[in-house]
Nanobody
Framework: QVLLVESGGGSVQAGGSLRLSCKAP???????????KGWYRQAPGKQRELVAA???????RYADFVKGRFTISRDNSRKTVTLQMNSLKPEDTAVYYC?????????WGQGTQVTVSS
């Protein structure tokens, strides 16, 4: 397991923005660069779901429910992946987890709570 440290969660009103960051401080840069990086979320009583992911070739994919509102980006030199969340909705309330290396065998961050009030 790779240490992934998340930051940036919090509470915001609907329509607001938050920026989540995830850093892999102990990972060598080349390994960070080579792996797909993603953000998932899990709301109470629901299954974990993919929010966004970005691969080695900087190809990003998004869940339909965040398209046009969220943007995933990475800085390989800083070993950081970021999720910019705009136009937040109450249904975006969840614990958000960053992932490195895929859902099945990858590493996970500790999770950060995002709460959106109406």
């Amino acid at each position: 397991q790779v240490l992934l440290v998340e930051s940036g969660g919090g509470s915001v009103q609907a329509g607001g923005s938050l920026r989540l960051s995830c850093k892999a401080p102990r990972l060598i840069t080349s390994t960070f660069r080579a792996n797909t990086k993603g953000w998932y979320r899990q709301a109470p009583g629901k299954q974990r779901e993919l929010v966004a992911a970005i691969n080695l070739d900087d190809e990003a994919r998004y869940a339909d429910f965040v398209k046009g509102r969220f943007t995933i980006s990475r800085d390989n030199s800083r070993k950081t992946v970021t999720l910019q969340m705009n136009s937040l909705k109450p249904e975006d309330t969840a614990v958000y987890y960053c992932n490195l290396g895929g859902e099945d065998f990858g590493s996970w961050g500790q999770g950060t709570q995002v709460t959106v009030s109406s």
